[in-house]
């Protein structure tokens, strides 16, 4: 879980609890509701950024519209779980990204974010949840390999992990006839609004995006 600093780190831990109460009443949820109940408990005793937990919300309330019921801040075999979303035999585990980085891998901030995405996602698909999503604030580029959003095999994951470092001979096995990452989420917490986007869109604007970086 990746948060950004906020000038809401100098509010008392009152003050933030009321941030979320008002936000939760913005999406229509009942102040008594477990899940808002449990966003509070994550605000004020385990010190999760307000800007993470009413983000938490807004994606369960989207979700819930459609049919889904959510947990927030769940474990599901062994895998953490920003929101975790089930229908019928459907589930998904969402993690959402702020992109802070350690000031310590500062020169090497795009390898770090990419490095992020891609250990969560082998975390993901370790645990035989249905769908790896990623979710991120509007203006936020998804910095993940192109590759992640087409049908892919073992071989062809086990390559691209490889020019990272990384090694995950297990989830080899559990690569399906679909793209790794299905979909992805943007949210704009100031109108309260959260948009899919497909996977097709996502590779576009992360190929965009590249070849503007790119030398």
Request: neutral net charge; glycine residues 2%.
């Amino acid at each position: 879980m990746f948060t950004m600093i906020t000038q809401a780190s100098n509010l008392s831990s009152a003050d933030k609890t009321s941030i979320v109460l008002r936000y939760a009443n913005k999406l229509g949820f009942s102040s008594e509701a477990n899940i808002i109940l449990k966003a509070l408990r994550l605000v004020r005793d385990k010190g999760v950024a307000v800007s993470h937990v009413i983000a938490e919300l807004l994606l369960c309330k989207y979700l819930m519209e459609k049919g889904y019921e959510c947990e927030i801040e769940y474990t599901h075999n062994n895998v953490k779980c920003d929101v975790y979303a089930r229908k019928r035999s459907i589930d998904e585990c969402i993690e959402i990204l702020y992109y802070a980085v350690p000031l310590d891998n500062i020169e090497n901030w795009t390898n770090y974010i990419v490095l992020t995405h891609l250990r969560k996602a082998m975390q993901i698909l370790k645990s035989s949840i249905y769908f790896v999503s990623f979710a991120y604030p509007v203006g936020l580029i998804p910095l993940i390999p192109p590759t992640f959003f087409e049908i892919i095999s073992g071989d062809r994951l086990a390559k691209v992990l490889a020019s990272y470092g990384l090694h995950e001979p297990e989830v080899l096995e559990r690569v399906k006839d679909t793209p790794i990452i299905h979909h992805i989420y943007v949210f704009d917490l100031s109108k309260a609004k959260v948009c899919k986007i497909s996977y097709e869109e996502a590779k576009m604007l992360i190929l965009l995006y590249n070849s503007l970086t790119d030398p």
